[in-house]
């Protein structure tokens, strides 16, 4: 293998690090610094150079911020680094550039391979460092589904969650010390798993997980939202919500902003959809800060971020988004569109919320002159109301919704 002229390497090791490539262990005999979990580093105990033992990700980017360029070092990692790993942490502080990650296999992959099962179609859960209640319930729902698990989310302690949510009983394998002495596998089930012990370094493989149904995709009532006065009337109506979402496309890995997010209905019922992704709802109200956590909490969603501030400036250094709702825009429109326009993915979906003619022709406009494809929906709603024994319907006000589309 060819290894590029960099500095800093993370180097993924399966087992006990006595099997890895040649060129992986020139590169260690090359090093001056070699980092990682203390468990790792004992691997190496005749390296020459310098030793950095550290189990956390932030230490150990901090120690190589000021890397001289000049110096080699190696950053140990188990299995594959790009995998729940500290790859992506490492390249997000310092830079993807300067970095060259060599992986190894995971213990995932040894996992399936020892049980003869295939695990394209699989879905990955990390539980280290985690509140198991604050993992989206969605991601649970799957015919084949592993978990790295830790000290604290043991086997059993997901079991016994899982059960409190209503799982039927399942096929369980607890795959232990992977490429390690000792390795050994448990084939049991979802509910006999109840006071046992495991070895620390294990991967929990659960097959046909049922949960009960889920609730309400979305749409919820307008009155499932707090929102204080005279802001209730602000609330993103329901069936407006419903027809916005619809509009969005969103998917489960889907990053997600929500531009002047109000009571955070719709970051809410976006975060519901994006399970797997991320929300970002940005206000520039103040008092409204408090009724969005207020929702956040009370619909248990754990993936949005709520930032206070006034787009297009709050929007600076998010990461880059799939789809984009804009419910007011403070008078910027023109920056938020530009700004929006500049960094959305390609394929990316733009949705926005208009009351008057003047803004919608503002917008679509702005759009167009981004060479963005765009899609009007004119939404008048009414809803029924008792009158004297009798029934009226009585409209709410209408809305545009403005669909646009960056082109693949």
């Known amino acids: 293998m060819q290894i590029p002229d960099k500095n800093l390497f993370i180097m993924g090791i399966s087992g006990d690090g006595s099997n890895i490539p040649p060129d992986y262990a020139a590169l260690i005999q090359q090093a001056d610094l070699l980092t990682g979990s203390p468990r790792l580093l004992n691997y190496f105990p005749r390296f020459s150079g310098q030793k950095y033992p550290s189990n956390r990700p932030a230490e150990i980017a ?46 995932l992959q040894s996992s399936f391979a020892r049980l003869g099962i295939n695990w394209e179609d699989a879905a990955f859960i990390s539980a280290h460092g985690r509140e198991l209640a604050a993992i989206p319930l969605e991601q649970f729902r799957t015919e084949k589904l592993a978990v790295l698990t830790d000290n604290q989310n043991t086997p059993p302690a997901i079991a016994e969650y899982l059960i409190a949510k209503g799982a039927e009983d399942c096929p369980v394998f607890i795959c232990q010390n992977m490429d390690l002495p000792g390795e050994t596998i448990c084939r049991t089930s979802l509910y006999q798993l109840k006071g046992h012990e495991f070895a620390p370094l294990n991967v929990m493989i659960i097959l046909d997980l049922k949960l009960p149904p889920s609730p309400q995709a979305f749409g919820y009532e307008d009155s499932a939202f707090q929102a204080r006065m005279p802001d209730k009337g602000l609330i993103t109506k329901q069936e407006i919500r419903a027809i916005s979402l619809a509009k969005m496309d969103i998917r489960p890995e889907d990053t997600i902003w929500d531009i002047g997010c109000g009571s955070g209905a719709m970051a809410i019922e976006s975060a519901r959809l994006a399970f797997r992704g991320q929300v970002y709802g940005i206000e520039c109200q103040s008092q409204r800060i408090e009724d969005i956590n207020a929702n956040i909490r009370s619909f248990g969603v754990t993936n949005i971020q709520v930032i206070y501030g006034t787009a297009p400036q709050a929007l600076e250094n998010l990461p880059r988004p799939d789809t984009v709702f804009i419910g007011g825009s403070g ?18 979906r733009i949705v926005i919320n208009l009351t008057t003619l003047e803004n919608l022709a503002e917008a679509g406009n702005l759009l167009k002159e981004q060479h963005y494809e765009t899609e009007t929906c004119l939404v008048n709603i009414a809803r029924s109301k008792s009158l004297s024994g009798l029934t009226r319907l009585s409209p709410l006000n209408p809305i545009f919704i403005l669909k646009s589309g960056r082109k693949t």
């Open 62 to 107: 901090a120690r190589l911020k000021n890397f001289p360029l000049d110096k080699k070092a190696v950053v140990l990692a188990s299995g594959d680094p790009g995998f729940f790993g500290i790859g992506k942490y490492l390249a997000e502080q310092l830079g993807g550039d300067n970095i060259f990650i060599l992986p190894s296999i995971s213990s």
């Open 331 to 348: 008078g910027q429109m023109k920056e938020i569109i530009s700004h929006v326009c500049r960094v959305l993915k390609p394929g990316g």
